[in-house]
């Protein structure tokens, strides 16, 4: 049986909606590793619904959450992403709310970061669930972080943030007004390959600067030193 009423048979979704959503929730996560060109997005899995959309916003949320709801996954990002392109996102509906929340909570079982939500998506979790994201492990103590002191002069290397030539590589170095500061080494642009250094985050100790890191990345990047991995709160994703 449909979870929604189905819509007439003049405004079916084609029969291939749920990996065209899928395809579009994987690109929307991660454009970079989609296996779908940018160009292409548009063409092949937004502009087709977008007669049904704008025709008959509701009677197209229903559809899609027929379609969706029962398979789960990336198909379901994709949907909720689709209705917020298409309808608008000041579209308000249960069935849009419902897709929505079931994308929410896919990415949670699967231990994706609140700092991978968009801000609306966190404001909406927010909003509506009154549990934690995920719950991570709690931070060292001063006492028990192994922490070693920063010689005069040291730039350490702490963590690079993926495996490409020219990922973004982090280093703590002593401010020079008495405190600790990270710096991240990264090329200028996307244009332009010349690598600079640029301060990123400061903090009193190198214990604060190493919390500070450690919830801004949230789960374990390419590369992470020991001393660092005990303020990662969170395992990898499963993505």
């Given at each position: 049986?449909?979870?929604?009423?189905?819509t007439?048979?003049?405004?079916q979704?084609?029969?291939?909606?749920?990996?065209?959503?899928?395809?579009?929730?994987?690109?929307?996560?991660?454009?970079?590793?989609?296996?779908?060109?940018?160009?292409?997005?548009?063409?092949?899995?937004?502009?087709?619904?977008?007669?049904?959309?704008?025709?008959?916003?509701?009677?197209?949320?229903?559809?899609?959450?027929?379609?969706?709801?029962?398979?789960?996954?990336?198909?379901?990002?994709?949907?909720?992403?689709?209705?917020?392109?298409?309808v608008?996102?000041?579209?308000?509906?249960?069935t849009?709310?419902?897709?929505?929340?079931?994308?929410?909570?896919?990415?949670?079982?699967?231990g994706?970061?609140?700092?991978?939500l968009?801000?609306?998506?966190?404001?909406?979790?927010?909003?509506?669930r009154?549990?934690?994201?995920?719950?991570?492990?709690?931070?060292?103590?001063?006492?028990?972080?192994?922490?070693?002191?920063?010689?005069?002069?040291?730039?350490?290397?702490?963590?690079?943030?993926?495996?490409?030539?020219?990922?973004?590589?982090?280093?703590?170095?002593?401010?020079?007004?008495?405190?600790?500061?990270?710096?991240?080494d990264?090329?200028?642009?996307?244009?332009?390959?010349?690598?600079?250094?640029?301060?990123?985050?400061?903090?009193?100790?190198?214990?604060?600067?190493?919390?500070?890191?450690?919830?801004?990345?949230?789960?374990?990047v390419?590369?992470?030193?020991?001393?660092?991995?005990?303020?990662?709160?969170?395992?990898?994703?499963?993505?």
């Amino acid at each position: 049986m449909a979870l929604f009423p189905r819509t007439p048979r003049a405004t079916q979704l084609p029969d291939d909606v749920v990996s065209r959503m899928e395809r579009f929730g994987r690109f929307e996560f991660d454009p970079v590793g989609a296996d779908i060109g940018a160009s292409d997005i548009w063409t092949e899995l937004q502009a087709p619904f977008l007669p049904f959309a704008q025709s008959d916003p509701e009677g197209f949320a229903r559809a899609l959450a027929d379609a969706v709801l029962p398979v789960g996954g990336f198909a379901l990002f994709g949907a909720a992403r689709t209705m917020w392109n298409l309808v608008g996102s000041d579209f308000s509906s249960p069935t849009y709310d419902a897709v929505r929340m079931a994308a929410l909570e896919f990415f949670r079982a699967n231990g994706v970061p609140g700092n991978r939500l968009s801000t609306d998506d966190w404001r909406f979790w927010q909003e509506n669930r009154s549990e934690p994201w995920l719950v991570g492990r709690p931070r060292p103590t001063p006492e028990e972080a192994l922490i070693t002191p920063l010689v005069p002069g040291e730039l350490r290397r702490i963590a690079q943030i993926t495996g490409a030539p020219d990922s973004n590589v982090v280093y703590v170095a002593a401010a020079q007004d008495g405190g600790f500061v990270a710096v991240v080494d990264a090329p200028t642009s996307d244009t332009d390959p010349t690598r600079g250094r640029f301060d990123w985050t400061s903090a009193d100790t190198l214990h604060d600067l190493y919390t500070r890191i450690g919830e801004a990345f949230q789960t374990p990047v390419h590369w992470v030193a020991d001393e660092l991995c005990p303020f990662i709160p969170l395992t990898s994703s499963r993505f």
